[in-house]
């Protein structure tokens, strides 16, 4: 597994949050392993998942982290990175066992600071379905974070349908 570098670099505007390896303790708890599971979807389940979440998938290939404490699913986890203008930012999407959204925390953002939504905004996706993480559908607009705010929405609805497409039973 590779790590997120930790800090800012120097006169940009650029910051890391949290290195994976914190990710998955946000995600799980301190001390629980992790394992890595690749998803690769098929050509259909591509459509599928580009039709239902409204995105375009550069590839097939797709990464979930699971944990489980005493035999029991904790969930899963995805880093989504993607550009929001022209700068790149992480995503932490933690999904129930079931596929329920239940934390979505930023890892790391490189746009300038007042483009980021608030930590605060991010608490409206937990639980909504696919059809609600729509700006002006249930979400709240953010002002002056427009473009942040369609890229991160974007990011957990491409990660609730990839996880419908690779757990359809709903990840038991």
């Known amino acids: 597994m590779g790590a ?4 800012v670099v120097p006169g940009a505007s650029a910051t890391v949050y949290h290195s994976q390896e914190e990710a998955f303790e946000l995600a799980f708890g301190v001390g629980v392993p992790v394992t890595a599971e690749p998803v690769f ?20 290939l797709f990464t979930f982290y699971t944990a489980e404490r005493d035999g029991k699913s904790l969930g899963f986890a995805a880093i989504e990175s993607h550009t929001v203008r022209t700068q790149p930012e992480s995503l932490l999407i ?30 409206q996706m937990k639980g909504r379905s696919i ?5 002006g559908n249930g979400i709240d607009a953010v002002s002056g974070a427009t473009l ?10 491409k990660v609730k349908a ?9 990840g038991e």
């Open 148 to 157: 942040s705010s369609v890229a991160a929405l974007a990011s957990v609805r």
């Open 94 to 123: 933690v999904l129930s066992p079931g596929g329920e959204v239940v934390r979505v925390e930023v890892l790391a953002f490189h746009e300038p600071p007042e483009y980021q939504p608030a930590a605060r905004w991010f608490e």
């Open 162 to 170: 990839i996880f419908r497409q690779a757990h359809p039973a709903g």
């Open 4 to 7: 997120l570098l930790v800090g």
């Open 41 to 60: 979807l098929t050509d259909e389940q591509m459509a599928a998942v580009e039709r239902e979440a409204r995105v375009k998938l550069d590839s097939g």
């Open 131 to 135: 059809e609600q993480l729509i700006p």
